[in-house]
């Protein structure tokens, strides 16, 4: 347990420096966001280009990992959507349902690139980067359906699917792997540009996300945030160790998964919140509370990955 929560301590470490930063440094709220977009569309992309472009991709049941990522969301989406009736009950809008959905079942893809990087190196890479493959397409369908169900907004497919191959992380994915399964490959100067390029966003990314933290805790959002860090830190990785598990997946793979499992949400959650009618407030609230919790259920989690 100690040596896994050394090997975290950089990633949050880097997390709580990028808050103090955007609060006392001298970067101001549009260099942030410029920054947060350099590692978004250049930094992360170019890791996941070089990362599958040269991946032994034969090692992988393919099919089996996606099996495990699909059966993990699709039972705590079942889950949250029977939840739904008892929440109403007890006052919680639809709006605020939405909220909580989004913090439960999205990903922050900088802390999941950040910590494999860090802990398993590009073996692990591969794997967060099929997850990325998996996960983006498939959640912000989810997602945006729910929000446009509960939040009252106009669901168009046209512009779901426009968002999702507009997302630099599954352009990446697709040439890195189109590279990979031609047997094109990727030369040597190439390779090394991107390796430079790619490393430079893990630290960067991870102070992005600290800097996009919101200290300013509702307290009448406890039961909701408390349900958010739950579910998303405690209940969604254990599903995924479950799911390996019946699937017959172990090792770095189970690993790989729990950490994509056991990551707060996406911070891009209060973005799409704002955008289509969710409680804005509350995703924040969510986002913020999971990141300071995560600094004490991730080292458990990957401890319990590696049984």
């Known amino acids: 347990m100690l040596a896994v929560f050394e090997a975290l301590f950089p990633v949050f470490a880097l997390i709580i420096l990028g808050a103090v930063l955007k609060r006392r440094g001298p970067m101001g709220e549009e260099a942030w966001k410029g920054l947060a977009e350099l590692c978004y569309f250049f930094l992360y992309p170019a890791l996941l280009i070089k990362t599958l472009s ?4 034969s090692t992988i049941a393919i099919s089996s990992y996606t099996a495990v990522l699909i059966t993990t969301v699709a039972i705590m989406t ?16 639809g709006s605020a349902f939405t909220s909580l959905f989004q913090g439960v079942t999205r990903w922050n893809g900088f802390v999941a690139l950040a910590v494999t990087g860090l802990l398993y190196g590009d073996p692990g890479l591969t794997y967060i980067a099929l997850i990325i493959a998996i996960f983006v397409p498939v959640l912000n369908f989810v997602n945006v359906v729910v929000l446009s169900v509960y939040a009252g907004q106009t669901f168009s497919f046209r512009k779901l699917v426009l ?12 040439f890195g792997l189109f590279l990979n399964l031609t047997g094109l490959g990727i030369p040597r100067v190439a390779y090394n540009f991107l390796d430079i390029l790619g490393g430079g966003g893990l630290g960067l990314g991870l102070l992005t996300v600290g800097a996009g933290l919101r200290f300013s805790l509702d307290f009448r959002d406890n039961l909701m945030v408390a349900l958010g860090v739950t579910l998303r830190l405690i209940a969604m990785p254990l599903l995924m160790y479950a799911s390996a598990s019946f699937f017959g997946i172990d090792g770095l793979a189970r690993a790989v998964a729990m950490i994509a499992a056991a990551v707060p949400t996406a911070a891009s959650s209060y973005i799409l919140s704002r955008q289509m009618g969710g409680d804005a407030s509350l995703m924040a609230n969510i986002i913020t509370a999971q990141v300071l919790a995560a600094i004490i259920t991730m080292p458990a989690i990957l401890w319990l990955a590696a049984y």
């Open 54 to 57: 040269v991946a032994d991709l």
């Open 78 to 93: 079942v889950f949250l959507l029977g939840l739904w009736p008892v929440l109403k009950a007890n006052g919680v809008g």
């Open 163 to 174: 968002q999702v191959l507009r997302n630099p992380f599954i352009s990446a994915c697709a």
